[in-house]
């Protein structure tokens, strides 16, 4: 069945690497690639205590949290030769990190990215075992499975070589792209005109 290998890509032989190993190889590698690099993402919220943004965000403090995000300077992001083509999964209503980080995409998408919107309601039919793991394909032989602890936080990844596994990760990856929906468009239809968001124990 089309999907069937995303769905289960965790059971699928890989190396895992801690958070330290996996920025490293990942950013060199990531220095080296031409064309399409596909990043599927599906958890409703992270924990990023490093994003002085998002430590604004959870103080309650959401004209900081949105200037901090003004002030950050995406366009060297990206090397000259690789496109970035970034896939958010959207549940609805908006959590407080979503909100958030929609925010962010918009600036990164503005500086270059290619980032799509699509409902969960249309990777439910992907979703059988669990929701969808957290990915960046870089090329048909390489891929990662982020890693994030319970509590949304960054704890490393697996580097999964299977060409079949990856090529067919990224062909699904590739037909959910083609359904999903301009980020730009959603974030000024749904986000903008949003109220701030209120952060409490339970959302943070």
Partial sequence: MPGETIEHVRRTAGQVLSVTDY??????????????VWKL???QHFHEPDVP????????DWDRALALIDEMNFAHDLPPRV??????VVETPLTPYMQWELVLLAARTRAGERARVLP???????E?????PELVALHGGLMYEVLYDEAGAHVGGR??????????CVRTMADLYGKAEDLLDYYEREVVPLPPPKISPVSS
Avoid: K
């Avoid at 580097?159 to 067919?168: G, K, M, W, Y």
């Fill in 23 to 36: 920025r490293a190889e990942f950013y060199e590698r990531f220095q080296d690639i031409h064309g399409v």
């Fill in 41 to 43: 993402e599906r958890a």
């Fill in 53 to 60: 943004s998002w430590v604004a965000l959870m103080d309650g």
């Fill in 120 to 126: 969960a309601s249309a990777v439910r039919h992907l």
């Fill in 83 to 88: 496109e970035l083509r970034r896939l958010r």
């Fill in 159 to 168: 580097r999964i070589t299977d060409a079949h596994v990856v090529e067919a």
């Fill in 128 to 132: 059988r075992t669990a929701p969808l």
